[in-house]
């Protein structure tokens, strides 16, 4: 997307150049390098030799540094090579398990001038925006890759013990072929770097009456350990507290994208319902693909990521997740009330599960996840969100699951089905016992669906303060990973803010919060940083107890005292008691 | 989405001194006085002694590509080249001529005899005519650094335009010199010269400097002996190699807290790895100011002739008896804020005194006299410069750092060369140093390599007529005060701070006072400034205002057109508070007064309009 104008100025964005799994261990020194190179892609083909290279310099700064010149390790025992910048590129390493590394190497973004010279003979330059590639965005980048292949697919270490390193190579493939080209690393976006779960606050009569219905639902269903409640794309409830946060902050990203495809696919049914029913058909097949599908991570994509320059007006630009964008607008009435529901012939309702209830049991492709046993028992680990979690692969750790979800209207419920006892093993293989928690879970959540669209409209009516209209700002809270943000217009409740003509965060603010966000990862001790621009907005971000805030606020004219009249204000909300966030 | 690439941080440092120096003026530091003991016999000496490997090679080479008449009478020669200079200088005329220049390595020091006579001190002379031949005056561009290669955002308008004098080199071997050097190595002993670079203590300086040539030989490591760390330069030559070959260059390599920042500078590649805080940039602006000091003695003329001809050519023989200077250099830009901030410190002291340095100062109309200066304690009293030609302060922190890193200055009259990179890395000017006090050192800088004796007598004159009106005593006396305490400025709340004039390219701070006396609080804050200075100046998205609270400080970092300011106030303090309008300072007609113009801006005016008349106090109040 090179865009050029008038004066001769391109602007090239950041692209991948490549990106690579590799194992050092594997594989001898000389001859058979290549045995270490575990999954590679690049934008152009390359020879092997190069791939080695490649690897080689990767390992060649961790390794050279370590064994011909000690100091490297010496100086950071604990954290090897991050990244490296060069005037054109930037490295990223991360080593989720130990010997395996996640290599990327990105292509920086520049402008090409064609300037004139005392001469009058053209001259051109080219300015490389290495501080437009944040460090801490590359990385989250790297680490929600792994997070998330480790949910679906394991570790590596635990695939090459149980099943070899070919079949590592194969999941690997399968699971990034397609992804990693849709990384965009031209937006910059706070949202993204920070990396939170939506959660959907309840009232307190909401919440006896949904942990009740857990209740019902889990002593009817002993086999099922877990569940997840999800109203729109936002979590109502995340489990009794045996997942450790940041892989429900993976599952519930991963259903919120299949919940947005499922909606869409609605939509398309509702216009096209008169149509023939072979081209549904044909429609649904997308929809029994397997989880690596590389449609389901659209969170870094650009693909849909519209690209707007951010000065264009809100509605065009990016909410938090882009692909719910067209679920608000267009067909949140019919989809929120219980009344106008419409059944629809034609896909299960279950997301993950059977497509056609009907159909034999060798259909049933069921979907396991590996998650992290939380240490901790019931209470919620603490995650140490930007630094490296070293995953470990002892085996012991990893608790398999079968993960079932079953969407009805906005409300999705997702179950957790251990793998080892037996009765639940078995019955997610039969279609007989999708057809009867079908029609049990269909009967159950017509009461749940009212109460959570009541206490939806409810929020969503609180939710509407002045803050809204002046400010934009991210809350954080490190703890539950729960983020609420009125950067991008429909992010925070998932509607269209009504002030949205007033402040769009430009690419200027979003690089300066980024900025904002790295120095308080940086200095843990700071509690409060107050930024002025030279265009003259202020941002200021304020933590408190793992809760972080961040807001822009674009008053020209005002003051240090008066923005912080401002920033008291907002977190006298939400800094305040027993709020979720 | 696309954002000027140049920063607006960069600019406003360049007027540099214009005006205060105009006429004579000063300037600062508040720094403890560094530099352990050496003798700087050894740098010349070793320079001479490295001559017959390699200066006869370069003479080769010179005289064939100059032609040179080789004109003896280097007297006549370089009295019509000062006239060209002086015509520069008036910015009559400018030479068209383009030649390349040539250098040399002059050296005199000549023990105080002349003035006092009988401290014996290891000294030689340098044979005149060492050097004669054709020399030519030169305009060069300044060479068009990509900017991230500059000091510190030090790029001065002024510079764009210098001059250079040079001489083509002489291949008249029989004017080599003969130079007793005596006490070669007497001296200088460096701090951790002994460390194993294999050591654990050795890894655990919180910052290397280390620099090798393109061929990966060691040059100069901040710690331990550098020709131990061969097998460290060699990997990082593969590195850096590795990089050049995809026609890309590496910049820096984070890994946990460490920073490994890259200089690449033609023949000669310059690593910092560090634990620091520092920010890449200022990390690379470090590097640079080592960069120039290797300019400082060799000249990028002759740095690059070497490696042409020799890849693998042991600069450590042309460097040999410099590495106080880069340890001195090392240890200041961690010390002290003027390298980061790209400014400088002045003496603080009356203006009738200052005026009356300066104008005796101005007595010696020498047309061979560049610049004249007073330092004392690494801050500077008086500046005389011509009006064309203004100091680069990365320039005046060399020559500072010259004057520091050696105690031998103290105790002789010495003539050395000495390149300023900013003003022209190719060729060198030569300085007379001596101290005139205990603490007051004199500069005369002249473009003619000759003029030694000229310039003593000046001193002499120079000396006569302070001591005449009492001003050599009231020097001395002021170069012994300690400066200002915090206390003295009042401003409450307020614990520490800097505030940095960026027309004049000065900074004024007060002294360190509890809890800032104690070492390790003070570097503290400094981390504090410098995380507060990197985000302000950041290349692409510059900072109007930065204010942060951790638990000890709360920092203000406030930049407009005229100053930049770094405070420090306790962590309660409220920004409310901060803002107080005052009303028992008159300020503003005060500062009418001194006829400044404040920009009127709205965050923490009361102490700032503090430190600002404060400052200005300075200068003009006793």
Known sequence: MDTSNSHGIVNVPPSLSYFCVYNPSLGGIDDSQGDQILYYTSKRTVPMDVKIRQVGLAQGLYELFSIAAPYCRVFSPTKPCENVHTQKNRLAFYEPEPDYWIHISIELGYVKKVTKDKEGKPKTTIDYLDSNLHDSGVKRMLELGYEMYRIFNGPFEYTVRTAGIKTLKNKLEEFFANWVFEWDFEKTELTKTVDGILYMPLSDSAESQIMSFINQVQSDYEFISDMFVIWQNKLVYRGNGAIPVNNVRGIWRHLVSYIAERDEHDREIENSRKSKEAEKASTFMSFTRNISGSNLFSYFSSSTTPKVSPSTSPTNSTSYNPSFQPLEPNGSSS????STQIFIPGPSNFLLGPTNLHGPDEDIQPVKVYLSKNSSGSSIRTVNHQHDVKHDVDESDIEEYYLVAYKQNALTLVFFIPLNPLEGSAKIQEMVFYRSFHNYLSSQSEEIIKILNENHEKTKKLGRTDIDKEYRYLFFNKMTLAVKSSLYPFSSNGSLISSSKGLTITSEMAHALCELHEDLERYPQLTEIYTRSSTNFWIVGKRSEGRVLYIVVPKKEASLAEVEDDVRRITAIYFSGNNIF | MFSSPKSPALSPMSPIMEDLFSDSNSILTSDEPLSPALQPQRKYSALYKAKPTTQLSLDVSSSTAYSSSSADSSVKSFNANSNKLDDNINGETRSKENSVDDLLIGFMNRSNSATSNDKCFPAFRSGKGFINGQKRTIYSEPENIGSECEVAGSIDSDSSIEWIESHAMSNGHSNIPVIPVEEEYSGYRRKYGHEDPQSINWSRHRKHFFILSSAGKPIYTRYGDESRISGYTGVIQAIVSFFVDAEDSIRCINAGNHKFVFLLKGPLYLV??????????????????????????????????????????????????????????????????????????????????????????????????????????NQLITLLRPKKHSLHPADLHLVFNMVNGSSTFRSAESWTPICLPKFNNKGFLHAYVCYITGNVCLLLISPDKDKFFELSDAKSTIVEQLTICNALQAIEEVSQSEGYSIADVGAAGLRHFIYKSRKHVQYTSPTFMAPYNDPHEKQKLFKLYRYTHDRMHSRIRPLKVHYYVSPSETILGWITSTFELYAAFGPLISKSGLELMNKEYKSWKELSFYGLELEIFHPFKRPLLIIILYYYRSYYLP
Do not use: H, W
């Open chain 2, 272 to 377: 910092a790895v560090s634990r620091t805080n520092e920010s890449e940039t200022q990390l690379r602006d470090q590097l640079s100011y080592l960069y120039n000091q290797i300019l400082s003695v060799l000249t990028s003329t002759q740095l690059t002739r070497i490696f042409e001809q020799r890849i693998n050519f042991d600069l450590r023989l042309l460097l040999g008896g410099t590495e106080p200077f880069l340890d001195n250099l090392a240890t200041s830009m961690s010390d002290d804020p003027g390298f980061m901030l790209g400014s400088i410190q002045c003496v603080r002291m009356n203006k009738e005194l200052r005026d009356k340095i300066g104008n005796i100062l101005q007595t010696v109309k020498s047309k061979d006299l560049l610049y004249a200066m007073l330092i004392a304690n």
């Open chain 1, 335 to 338: 989809l929120l009330s219980p």
